[in-house]
């Protein structure tokens, strides 16, 4: 039968299963299907731990339930999380309002008529794509790093869930991070958190302290706004970068852009564990990075290292 098919194509040994549907296909045993929510598929769904493909890309939403993930992680399977697999869509979103906004200052002014926008909008689309990729390149790369030391950052990992939920910023059992006493099993087994509990901890790190630069005066220093220039393609930074400036969101666009490109290279616990060790504030921790990285030369040197990828 069809369901049949489906249930043999999900738990094929396989390199890669790429799900692009609309549905619920994988979840733990320790679900029900009801739980899941979905009763169109309960007739084709498996378990996590059935998958015998070597990675999982969701690029459906929703394609596992997170404990789905989990179950198929600890088994030794390789995935991350729909919203990690889906993120260049949301990414170019992003970038298409901020640069339409721009360049509607300067069709505003005068500068540039619409039929010269839009061809500057389609001139631009490989620059864009490359900025994208570029940011999740780098978001799958401190995933995948810290995966190969995740015992050694159970600790760190746990006082930050401890610390946001005190600060009222995650609610760890709809996010399905381990309890206390969970981190405590993994500590003594060796375990870490997996690749799926270490995206959601990078998404809540970087929504708490995006939110911290914005309160913050650091968006509004003349050198670290410098990462303005960098968000957008080079075009519009030679053409019209007067009209960055005077961007309305221009603060809320360095913010997430220095919180990417930091958080990306040091991992998720980084700020946190500098707030605990000095007092330090999140916008102070921020900035003495940013100085740190130019001062010793590492944008040099992660340049090199990546270059070596694949080969």
Not at 45 to 52: A, I, N, Q, S, Y
Not at 245 to 264: F, G, Q
Request: aromatic fraction near 8%; charge should be negative; include cysteine.
């Amino acid at each position: 039968t069809p369901a049949e098919l489906m249930n043999a194509i999900l738990k094929a040994p396989v390199d890669l299963l790429y799900n692009g549907g609309i549905g619920t296909y994988v979840k733990a045993a320790s679900e029900t299907h009801a739980e899941v929510g979905d009763r169109a598929n309960d007739g084709l769904r498996v378990d996590g731990r059935e998958l015998r493909c070597k990675v999982l890309a969701e690029g459906g939403n929703l394609g596992c339930t997170q404990l789905g993930r989990v179950e198929f992680a600890q088994a030794g399977g390789h995935i991350y999380t729909d919203a990690i697999d889906n993120s260049a869509g949301v990414g170019t979103s992003d970038h298409e309002v901020n640069i339409k906004i721009l360049l509607g200052l300067a069709v505003g002014d005068g500068e540039l008529t619409g039929k010269q926008r839009n061809a500057l909008l389609a001139e631009m689309t490989d620059d864009v794509a490359a900025l994208v990729l570029r940011d999740n390149y780098f978001q799958t790369q401190v995933l995948s790093v810290t995966g190969r030391i995740a015992p050694e950052l159970l600790d760190a990992q746990q006082r930050f869930v401890q610390y946001l939920e005190k600060e009222g910023r995650l609610h760890r059992a709809i996010e399905f991070l381990p309890s206390d006493g969970e981190f405590a099993r993994r500590r003594t087994n060796r375990q870490g958190l997996t690749s799926p509990e270490a995206a959601v901890l990078l998404a809540y790190a970087k929504m708490w302290l995006f939110d911290e630069l914005v309160a913050s005066s650091l968006p509004d220093d003349p050198w670290v706004a410098s990462a303005l220039a960098r968000y957008f393609p080079v075009a519009l930074g030679e053409r019209y970068p007067a009209y960055m400036d005077r961007h309305p969101l221009k603060r809320e666009i360095i913010a997430p852009h220095v919180t990417n490109r930091m958080l990306n290279r040091v991992g998720s616990t980084f700020v946190h564990r500098l707030l605990e060790a000095t007092g330090a504030q999140p916008h102070e921790i921020v900035r003495a990075y940013l100085l740190s990285r130019e001062v010793f030369g590492f944008v040099a040197l992660w340049k090199a290292i990546d270059t070596l990828d694949n080969r």
